[in-house]
């Protein structure tokens, strides 16, 4: 799919109106809803490979936080090769009591695979769960980027940031 036809269908699929309160505490007038993309395989597969191309060389693994960040760094991972861990909002109080699911080692360098960045809060969250295991976060990929703050707030962090799409790539003016 190419990348205008996979902006329609991202917008055509997800894209609300009304109002909504955003994970940042914001009010909006739209909402990108995530899983109403990234439950459709056609777009879900070609969010796979356009992530994909954008992991930069000498990154070992991949990184999705829970819920929204699971299906498309799965997709990404099968499209690149590369393994994947999840990150979990809390640390389970049973079983294994991991934050962190998959494999991860000390000094792997990581692109963390995000869904809608606003402000970057959820991707510099799991990041800071992937840096407590001594890996390096490298880049935050995002689906889209809200052009709120997300760039200049994961940069300030010392992780560069990009995005497949902007609001404005999908035509999606507030």
Do not use: W
């Amino acid at each position: 799919m190419d990348r205008p036809t996979l902006a329609r269908r991202i917008a055509e699929s997800a894209l609300l109106r009304g109002t909504f309160t955003l994970r940042s505490g914001k009010t909006s007038s739209y909402y990108l809803d995530k899983y109403l993309f990234s439950t459709q395989p056609d777009v879900l597969r070609a969010l796979g490979d356009a992530f994909a191309s954008r992991v930069p060389a000498g990154t070992v693994r991949l990184a999705g936080a829970e819920l929204g960040g699971i299906p498309l760094v799965s997709a990404a991972a099968m499209s690149s090769g590369l393994p994947c861990v999840f990150i979990r909002n809390q640390k389970k109080d049973y079983g294994t009591a991991k934050q962190l699911e998959g494999k991860l080692d000390a000094g792997d360098r990581v692109v963390i695979v995000e869904d809608v960045a606003t402000t970057g809060g959820q991707a510099l969250e799991a990041a800071k769960v992937i840096q407590a295991q001594g890996a390096t976060v490298t880049h935050i990929i995002a689906t889209i980027d809200r052009q709120e703050g997300a760039r200049q707030n994961v940069e300030a962090a010392g992780i560069a940031f990009d995005a497949l799409f902007t609001v404005a790539d999908l035509g999606i003016t507030a």
